[in-house]
């Protein structure tokens, strides 16, 4: 089983190797992909170079079972839906989990064909300072509340036919990629 974290990574932070950490031995998956986004398609302004984002996420996450990829750079998608579904032609005999933090659940239902990804995999939801209960109230947990497996079950989602989703509570860790570039500790 593989997960998949997606996002622009600019920059990549120690939140996000903790969640990875954490989601690989929560759920037992075999191994984590970063998917380094070209772009977040709900933001504005463009991320850093891909060049200098991949770089800092090599050096941020290092673990044996973590890949870093710009898969989606490659592949030409734009939206997550996209992507996995070029991924599961890809690699049809392989399964995947969506990773995502809780501060994403909170506005997934903003995400381009949401539903779709929600019941084309199981997604587990990894939580984030401040961002429980505005996850747990999301428009997408409400309308997918019954396929909810409970945190302390976490590891059962991955295999499970989708929807299925959790949200699993770990040890809190403050960074954000907003914060790191607001102290202009990573700039252009």
Known sequence: MIGLLGGSFDPAH???????????????LDEVWWLVSPGNPLKARGP????????????VMQHPRVTITDIEA?????????????????YPKVRF??????????QFHR??????????L???VIARPGQRVAARMSPAAQTFRDHRV??????????????AWTLVNVPM?????????ARGEWSD
């Open 122 to 124: 199981p997604v587990a």
């Open 74 to 90: 490659k592949l030409g998608t734009r939206y997550t839906a996209e992507t996995l579904g070029r991924l599961f032609d890809l």
């Open 48 to 59: 850093r170079a891909m060049d200098a984002r991949l770089e800092r996420a090599r050096q």
């Open 150 to 163: 409970p945190g302390r079950h976490a590891r059962r989602i991955i295999h499970m036919d989708p929807p």
């Open 14 to 28: 120690e939140g996000h190797a903790h969640i990875t950490r954490e989601a690989i031995k929560r759920l037992g």
């Open 173 to 181: 860790r403050p960074h954000s990629s907003s914060e790191i570039r």
């Open 97 to 106: 989990v969506w990773l995502m933090g809780a501060d994403n659940l909170a």
């Open 111 to 120: 995400w381009e064909n949401w539903d779709w990804i929600m019941g084309a």
